[in-house]
């Protein structure tokens, strides 16, 4: 199996006459600040965008002005959240509604009305591409007049804001032994039904409406020379250090996966039509929205031996100062148990290229939970985890490594894996960013 990767290290391209626009909300420890800190580090304008925020009734508004205070400026203050499962159908019930009486025992047999959902989430389609092109317009007023527009997609999510998915997934994600959820029954049941269609509107179709409706910008800007270009995150697996050899390995169960898939064959569409497309394939990191996949973190420990095994000064000082927080011989530790965990046969049967994503299996997830566990033992204070300052390494080099891919796009999805990050942390020149 070989994987569309950037291998080069490229001369970035995007200047400071060059704009990069946000298409969501930024939030800290995210990937997309990377992204942010390099445009920055280019004398790119940055614009920014918000989701919004829900008022007492449940309706979307926009920020108020006590709350703009805090958000970095330009913003665009049209709400740009997504998903259906707070939208009303005609008869006034939410998706959420009817999932209000499902108790933690019998979920699996739970039935919902999905007509109503489908009126749902047609209903909150049109508005969203509404409040997008009201967005569209906005952005074209305030875009410099010269330069060409990165427009970067951060839309992910969309677990329904009712209460019983806290504790289903709960047991989907985190369980094992008497508490092991199948996430394969749970993503066969209705409430895996409109978990599969909200993460579908909120992570995929959010980038397609976005391509569709700033499509009078790019014919605008064509006129001038000047191009606008699409990115968007997603997570397809990883290659990683696996003894001396970096080999793929994915995180199970990834149920947005499958919105991720859709993800690809969209930026792939517009891709064929000559657009300028690229989806990037990031490894894991720890973030807010993943520190809800206990486990989710194993690979991100094997960075070390990835710059470790490119060599720098950087990576040397990176290593370092990750061992300074650690029992010792920990760097070893750290190597044997992520290899012997990547290789375990429960793993490698989670860890399928062409069946990506999987769903979990019970076995799996005990390997999983007790490696995450002996992984976090190795620190002195476990109040000071590395795995946030990896993750920042990681999404800074993602950051910049974006942007020397995009300009120009050559393929509509790759991965950014731990050998190339690993290189440009280690090799590259401070000139095109911070690699603190």
């Not at 969203?128 to 992910?156: C, Y």
Request: proline share 4%; with cysteine.
């Amino acid at each position: 199996m070989k994987l569309q990767a950037v291998r080069d290290i490229k001369n970035i391209k995007f200047n400071s006459s060059d704009t990069l626009v946000i298409f969501g909300e930024v939030f800290p420890g995210g990937y997309v600040s990377g992204l942010i800190r390099a445009a920055q580090a280019k004398g790119m304008k940055v614009i920014y965008s918000t989701v919004g925020r829900r008022d007492e009734s449940g309706a979307l508004r926009k920020l108020n002005s006590q709350e703009l205070e805090s958000q970095p400026k330009p913003l665009i203050n049209t709400p740009l959240e997504a998903g259906f499962d707070m939208e009303p159908a005609d008869s006034g019930k939410r998706p959420i509604d009817l999932c209000q009486d499902i108790k933690l025992t019998g979920w699996e047999e739970a039935s919902l009305n999905k007509d109503l959902m489908e009126e749902s989430r047609n209903k909150a389609t049109a508005s969203f591409r509404q409040r997008t092109e009201q967005w569209a317009t906005e952005l074209s007023q305030i875009l410099p007049d010269k330069g060409n527009v990165l427009i970067a997609h951060t839309m992910a999510g969309g677990v329904p804001r009712s209460k019983i998915f806290l504790p289903v997934l709960n047991r989907v994600l985190k369980g094992a032994g008497k508490r092991f959820f199948s996430s394969e029954i749970f993503w066969k049941s209705d409430l895996g039904w409109l978990c599969e269609k909200n993460f579908n509107e909120v992570t995929a179709q959010t980038y397609k409406h976005l391509i569709e409706l700033t499509s009078p910008l790019r014919e605008q800007l064509k006129k001038n020379d000047r191009q606008v270009f699409y990115t968007a995150y997603s997570y397809h697996g990883t290659e990683v250090l696996t003894g001396d050899q970096y080999q793929w390995q994915s995180y199970a169960p990834y149920l947005q996966g499958f919105a991720k898939l859709e993800l690809e064959k969209i930026s792939t569409d517009f891709h064929n039509k000559g657009g300028h497309t690229c989806v990037f394939n990031v490894p894991e990191i720890l973030t807010k929205s993943s520190a809800v996949f206990p486990g989710v973190e194993i690979p991100l420990y094997t960075i070390l031996g990835a710059l470790k095994k490119e060599g720098g000064e950087k990576g040397a000082q990176i290593i370092s100062h990750c061992l300074s927080k650690l029992t010792d011989n920990a760097f070893d530790i750290i190597m044997d148990t992520t290899k012997d965990y990547l290789e375990s046969e429960e793993i490698k049967k989670q860890s399928i290229f062409e069946k990506w994503p999987q769903h979990n299996s019970n076995e799996h997830m005990e390997k999983m939970l007790s490696t995450s566990k002996t992984l976090a033992g190795l620190h002195k204070n476990p109040s000071e985890s590395i795995t946030p300052f990896l993750s920042e390494v990681l999404f800074k080099s993602c950051g910049r490594l974006i942007l020397q891919e995009m300009h120009p796009t050559t393929r509509p999805f790759c991965w950014l894996g731990h050998d190339v990050i690993a290189a440009d942390v280690s090799h590259a020149s401070t000139a095109d960013g911070d690699r603190d």
